[in-house]
């Protein structure tokens, strides 16, 4: 079984600080894929940023990067020079590559950024 | 626009009614999914479907039922053997076969049971 744990119910961080938040997993599949996405106070759900099991890089998407630790099972989301516009909630996924590709989520992160 | 829509926003009604909620996508995708939010939690699956006519139970499937005649839709029913069914719901979709493939998740349907 997979699991996802996010140990940081709620993160206060300085506009234009960098912020970490973190993201440990349990799996027995050979490979998966780890997600995060952001979920501000509308509901939706918005895709931030995907690594590959396999990957040799962390993967970065603008003012995103994973810090993917694979021994370490840790997956931590740091985001760059922060604005008021990412405070929301935070979700940690992941998904086995082979069979149901269905997506097991942590419990999330709330950030506020204050001014 | 290419997407998906869940309709309605906001969906209200009385304890022992069925229920169902509905979810379209028009992005080609052949896996839809439905998953359940509660207040501070993260998200639980409720159901998936890989393709038209098949679909698999989720950790939660309990007092829920669902439908796939259609690819691009995949309604839930919530039903009165759901004993918490307040509660924000999401459906999403994806394509099949690559992993690294995100899922695409409409806005959302917050259900009260009074």
């Known amino acids: 079984a997979q699991k996802i744990t996010q140990t940081q119910p709620g993160m206060f961080v300085q506009e234009k600080e960098a912020v970490t938040l973190d993201c440990t997993y349990d799996t027995s599949d050979p490979s998966y894929g780890l997600f995060w996405y952001k979920q501000p106070s509308s509901g939706e759900m918005i895709f931030l940023i995907y690594q590959g099991s396999y990957d040799q890089q962390n993967a970065t998407e603008g003012r995103y990067s994973l810090n993917f630790q694979k021994a370490r099972k840790s997956a931590n989301l740091v985001i760059s020079a922060s604005q008021l516009g990412d405070s929301a909630m935070y979700f940690c996924a992941m998904r086995a590559i082979q069979g149901a590709q269905k997506l097991v989520f942590g419990q999330g992160t709330r950030l506020t950024i204050n001014p | 626009d290419g997407g998906i829509t869940q309709s309605p926003k906001y969906l209200f009604r009385k304890e022992g009614q069925n229920v169902t909620l509905s979810c379209e996508q028009n992005?080609?995708?052949?896996?839809m999914y439905w998953y359940r939010q509660d207040p501070g939690q993260g998200l639980r699956l409720i159901y998936y479907s890989q393709i038209v006519n098949d679909f698999q139970k989720g950790d939660i499937a309990e007092g829920y039922s669902v439908s796939r005649e259609k690819k691009e839709s995949f309604p839930l029913t919530v039903t009165s053997a759901q004993k918490n069914p307040t509660a924000f719901y999401l459906c999403?979709?994806?394509?099949?076969?690559?992993?690294?493939?995100?899922?695409?998740f409409g806005p959302g349907t917050r259900l009260t049971v009074t």
């Open positions: 992005l080609n995708h052949d896996a």
């Open positions: 999403a979709s994806s394509p099949l076969g690559q992993g690294n493939d995100e899922q695409y």
